[in-house]
């Protein structure tokens, strides 16, 4: 399946896209579209019936950063209390106590930060890894997603055979895709055809 992406400046330059694309025959299962204002998501979504792009899913990465980063503000809200009881004399016998909420402070950030880096992880998930996957080499993926959290919308359109991707590629351009130098100071056209053979 060989597919393009695209970035606009503008919302309604991608619905334009996306309809025109539709009216050419392209299966709206197989477009999709990504941008971090949800409410023009969900205007888009509703315009078009074209469904957002969700990313690969974030994966054990974004668990486990989650789980460190919630041992260490377990640390930080129970070691503090546990040497305060240590340092005077009147509330040392509750030092044992007080390792004990240390312990539980690291074990609750831990579960928590890792159950919150877990949904992290699939929220929008790795735009990076789903153009990866597609077939876009790593560092275009990485501008195309720079650009992206930039305000600019993704626009992707997927042919399942392969012969309507320059197609595609023309209309997108004619709809108002940037360039990859105008976004993120690259040196190619931000809507490019990609391949990827696998699927």
Do not use: C
């Not at 929220?123 to 600019?152: I, N, T």
Request: net charge negative; no cysteine.
């Amino acid at each position: 399946m060989e597919s393009v992406v695209a970035l606009f400046r503008e919302p309604q330059q991608a619905q334009g896209a996306l309809q025109a694309l539709q009216q050419r025959g392209f299966d709206r299962d197989h477009l999709g579209f990504a941008l971090t204002d949800v409410v023009a998501e969900d205007d888009i979504a509703q315009q078009t019936g074209v469904s957002p792009e969700a990313g690969a899913p974030g994966g054990s990465a974004s668990v486990i950063k989650g789980a460190l980063l919630g041992i260490l503000g377990g640390l930080a809200l129970t070691v503090p209390v546990w040497l305060i009881l240590i340092v005077y004399p009147v509330t040392r016998i509750y030092q044992e106590g007080g390792l004990f909420g240390v312990l539980f402070g690291v074990l609750g950030g831990a579960g928590l930060g890792g159950l919150f880096g877990a949904l992290a992880g699939s929220d929008h998930g790795d735009y990076v890894k789903l153009l990866r996957r597609m077939g876009v080499p790593a560092a275009q993926a990485e501008k195309f997603y720079q650009g992206l959290r930039g305000g600019h919308v993704m626009v992707i359109a997927r042919d399942p055979n392969g012969a309507r991707t320059d197609e595609a590629l023309s209309l997108m351009r004619k709809f108002g895709a940037v360039k990859l130098d105008d976004v993120v100071g690259g040196g190619q056209l931000q809507s490019e055809r990609t391949g990827n053979n696998g699927h």
